[in-house]
T-cell receptor, first 108, second 115 residues
Framework: RKEVEQDPGPFNVPEGATVAFNCTYS??????FFWYRQDCRKEPKLLMS???SGNEDGRFTAQLNRASQYISLLIRDSKLSDSATYLC?????????FGAGTTVTVRA | EAGVVQSPRYKIIEKKQPVAFWCNPI?????LYWYRQNLGQGPELLIR????????DSQLPKDRFSAERLKGVDSTLKIQPAELGDSAVYLC?????????????FGPGTRLTVL
């Protein structure tokens, strides 16, 4: 079983729509959680950390459910520039485990 | 401020040939990581350095892969001999002090094709 599993998508949404997706992780001892964004043929970049209480960064909302070992990301008012692959990332003892990514395509 | 620098950006070699990748982390970052990313997958850690010490190399295929970070700054990852299955993007990342988890900054990667 993979440490981090994500729905690969693709999620194809119109501009202005809301899109949400999630991932699950297998190691209950995981300590911290993140969403990274990776554009086509580019390197991953940190989008946001995920806190137990849930957190927002502009149009992006992340949620963590430790009991269910589940992380989610919601994007409101999607922009064309949000088209990317979103990597769910779990940290334990400074070792990051990445999911395979969820691809989002926002169309005009 | 300069980001993580990697070279070469692309490399095409024949199987059984050796290949080396170079990484220069962000200035002041003590921790350096090498990852491999296969098509359609997330990055997978190969090795992590704290200064010049390899503190986690459990995922490094040691029969053909080696890495070094002699002065605790630049790092080199080598494959000898390369196999067809080594075709992937090799990403270097760095992060700052581990007093708490710090964001990892990735370089642009080296795209390796083994023919």
């Amino acid at each position: 079983r993979k440490e981090v599993e994500q729905d690969p998508g693709p999620f194809n949404v119109p501009e202005g729509a809301t899109v949400a997706f999630n991932c699950t992780y297998s190691n209950s001892a995981s300590q911290s959680f993140f969403w990274y964004r990776q554009d086509c043929r580019k390197e991953p970049k940190l989008l946001m950390s995920v806190y137990s209480s849930g957190n927002e960064d502009g149009r992006f909302t992340a949620q963590l459910n430790r009991a269910s070992q589940y992380i989610s990301l919601l994007i409101r008012d999607s922009k064309l520039s949000d088209s990317a692959t979103y990597l769910c990332v779990v940290n334990q003892d400074y070792k990051l485990s990445f999911g395979a990514g969820t691809t989002v395509t926002v169309r005009a | 401020e300069a980001g993580v620098v990697q070279s070469p950006r692309y490399k095409i070699i024949e199987k059984k040939q050796p290949v080396a990748f170079w990484c220069n982390p962000i200035s002041g970052h003590n921790t350096l990581y090498w990852y491999r990313q296969n098509l359609g997958q997330g990055p997978e850690l190969l090795i992590r350095y704290e200064n010049e010490e390899a503190v986690d190399d459990s995922q490094l295929p040691k029969d053909r892969f080696s890495a070094e970070r002699l002065k605790g700054v630049d790092s080199t990852l080598k494959i000898q001999p390369a196999e067809l299955g080594d075709s992937a993007v090799y990403l270097c990342a760095s992060s700052g002090d581990h007093a708490d988890y710090n964001e990892q900054f990735f370089g642009p990667g080296t795209r390796l094709t083994v023919l």
